[in-house]
Each structure stands twice: as structure tokens, then as C-alpha cells.
């Protein structure tokens, strides 16, 4: 049977100074039309992960549509057989993706795009040039890019401090990447002030590169902020499931240890303690 829900994602780095006023309409718009996810709505922007089936996913994008602000979002879709999220929330925050750093202002500047094709193209001829991964250590354990410089971050609040103390040359180019793209936009700009010369962000992140090319030079499965955990190249939900004890993914050569007891413990939990 085909799968009978949409879901889409979309972030912009745009200046909302009616932040407050807009949570209202957001959260009336997905409500009568029966959308379950999260919109995030802060100064700094927008930042949505939403699910349900395609005519009222299309209410929503019209709706999105109808402000100047958020005319031609990319929207990353992907389909499943249940809805993604269990509930609707729309949140006010002090950034759309956490940082930290009030100097970082991603509406005003950041590094340059590259497409999913030409990035495949540069790990095809092997082109030099330092693939830098922006997630946290449990979605990198998961998968990423061939090559790919982590940072093991815990949150994404610490890249700064990471960046600064890796050994990644000041003047080499740099191409990042995170899940959706929203990260490494937020990161490069903060490699730029820091003096990094030349730093791309890949556009639409890694599902937009799945998307748009498949699976060539990547390793595993991409860590998802839902009920579906990860996802494949081809975009389909796979058989990772998270811990109920400490929320870390778990693969199923994980769910074989002796230290996995359902909603009890794993063996990231006995790491932890």
C-alpha cells in the first residue's frame, strides 16, 4: 500500500519581529486541517517539521505561502505509514536552532551553498577539501559522509568551542552538513568570523542530498527528530529504535546485547552510569 503521509520539513533565517503575534494563526492553520509537528518561531526565524496527509499539507504551504517572509522556503518531503509526530506545538524560542552566541546573526550572512550534485561531483573526483560533519555523536554513530571530520559534539551549543580547538586549516575549503541544512547555515557563520576562508554548507542538508543524488558516499543511516528515528538513502523509515531509558538510537545489532532491556536499559545507558 502506498504511504498515505507526507512529511515535510523547512527553515529560514529571516528577521521576525512579530514573533508572539504569529504563533496563533501557525497553530490555528495545522489544527483545522489535522497537522501534527512542531513549528519553531523566533526572531531569528522559522524552523517547522510537520506530518499529515497531502491535502493538508498543502493547506499549510499556502498558508506559508501567503507571507512574504516565507514565499519559496525548500521544503524537504518524505513519506511514511503513520504520522511522524505525536502532537502540534508551536513554540517561541530565542533562536530556531540553539547557539548561544548573539553575534551570530545567519539572515544577515553566511557561507555559500553548495547543491547536492556538485558536492557528489567533488567526493567523486576527490577533490581536497574537508567534509565537516555539524550533528551531535548520536547521529553520526548512525551514519555520515566518507571522510567526514566529527567533532563529537554532544549539543550543538558546543560547536563553537569545537571548531576553534580541531585541527581543520583556517585557509582549506570546508563543506558541512547536518541533517536539514539549518546547522551548518548557523555554523558557517560562525567559521567565517572566526577567519575560516572558504566554507560551503550543503544545501538542504543530507536528505536533501538523498533526495536529489541517493546514497553515494555515505555510510549508515540519518538520524531523524521523530517517531521514525532514521532514515535510508531512499528515504524510508528503517529498524533503528530509540531507548526509552536515555533516548539514545539504537540499531538492531544493538537491540541483540544483553544490556538492552526494553525500557529499562541499553548499552548506552550502562556506559552512562
Known sequence: MASEIVNIAGYRFVDLPDRDELREPFKTTCDEVGLLGTILLSHEGINFFLSGKQPAIDHFLIYLESDDRFKGIPVKISYSNRMSFRRMNVRLKNEIISLGLDSIRPAESTGESITPQEFKSWLDEGKDIVVLDTRNDY???LGTFDGAVDLNLSTFRAFPDAVQASEIDKNQTVVMFCT???RCEKASAVMIEEGWSD???LEGGILGYFEEVGGD????DCFVFDRRVSLDPALEETT???CW???EPLTEDEMQSEQYVVAKSCPYCIEKN
Open 139 to 141: 547521529e553520526v554513530r
Open 180 to 182: 536539514g541544512g539549518i
Open 199 to 201: 566554507v560551503r554548507q
Open 217 to 220: 558516499h555515505w555510510n549508515g
Open 240 to 242: 533503528t529504535e530509540m
Open 245 to 247: 531509558a536515555c533516548r
